[in-house]
């Protein structure tokens, strides 16, 4: 390695430094935390289970009779509870996600039939 390269590197290194240093204890509080990693249990720490939230915003009528705009609805609500029940044991995913999530969907405004048809399809993606 050169003076030039080994210089530069020292210069990011001090750079670095000061910058982390001049932060004030309030920023770093008030930055938000973020996680990479998935969860790797659907229980918190306190022991209780965690909440399944599936937002599903209200459906514009217009979509509703669509055809080609009800297709990708479904799609990407289907990726949506799938990737939300994805580490859930079958036993609670029966008796606790997949009914909150038919009523959330109906709530949105979807048919039974959609709905069906987009718990087929988060049924198949968790027998994978």
């Known amino acids: 390695m050169t ?3 080994s210089s530069m590197f020292l210069a990011l290194t001090l750079t670095f430094a000061a910058g982390c240093g001049a ?3 309030e920023s770093r509080e008030a930055a938000p935390l973020i996680a990479y990693a998935r969860p790797s249990s659907d229980v ?3 022991g209780r289970a ?3 939230v599936v937002k599903v915003e209200p459906i514009r009528e217009g ?3 669509d055809p ?3 297709m990708d609805l479904r799609l990407s609500i289907e990726r949506q509870v799938s990737a939300q ?3 859930m044991t079958d036993e609670r995913y029966r008796s606790v996600a997949r009914p909150r999530v038919v009523e959330a969907l109906r709530a949105a405004g979807l048919e039974q039939a959609d709905v069906d048809y987009i718990l087929r399809g988060v049924d198949y993606h ?3």
């Open 3 to 5: 003076v030039r390269h």
């Open 23 to 25: 932060a004030t204890s």
């Open 44 to 46: 918190t720490s306190s």
């Open 50 to 52: 965690r909440e399944l």
């Open 63 to 65: 979509s509703l009779h």
């Open 68 to 70: 080609a705009k009800m």
């Open 85 to 87: 029940v994805q580490g």
């Open 126 to 128: 968790r027998s994978l």
